[in-house]
Nanobody
């Protein structure tokens, strides 16, 4: 069955870094666009970053552009989110998402990993 398993979250001080990983299984990873979203307490889930299956191009939310980097390793069926210069407002549960463009219902979510930025 389809699985997306996030890891790498934790507690970090402001200005610090974390790298999140999302290991995928149960589907053809390389043909899916992969994204990261986050949801802070009391807020809607928001888009963070996406990496294309076609050419590896990326796009970011304005709030993280220049600080976060999304990447993928198709050989390992894994997508990453490198987060630098973390701020308290980055505190949230971070979710991995897989989307196959040609089939809208082929959309999968991981269970999330908590990131807390605090001194």
């Amino acid at each position: 069955q389809v699985q997306l398993v996030e890891s790498g979250g934790g507690l970090v001080q402001p200005g610090g870094s974390l790298r999140l990983s999302c290991a995928a299984s149960g589907f053809i990873f390389r043909i899916y666009d992969m994204s990261w979203y986050r949801q802070a307490p009391g807020k809607e889930r928001e888009f963070i970053a996406v990496i294309s299956s076609a050419d590896g191009s990326t796009n970011y939310a304005g709030s993280v552009k220049g600080r976060f980097t999304i990447s993928r390793d198709n050989a390992k069926n894994t997508v990453y989110l490198q987060m630098n210069s973390l701020k308290p407002e980055d505190t949230a549960v971070y979710y991995c998402n897989a989307q196959y463009r040609r089939l809208p219902e082929a959309n999968y979510w991981g269970q999330g990993t908590q990131v807390t930025v605090s001194s």
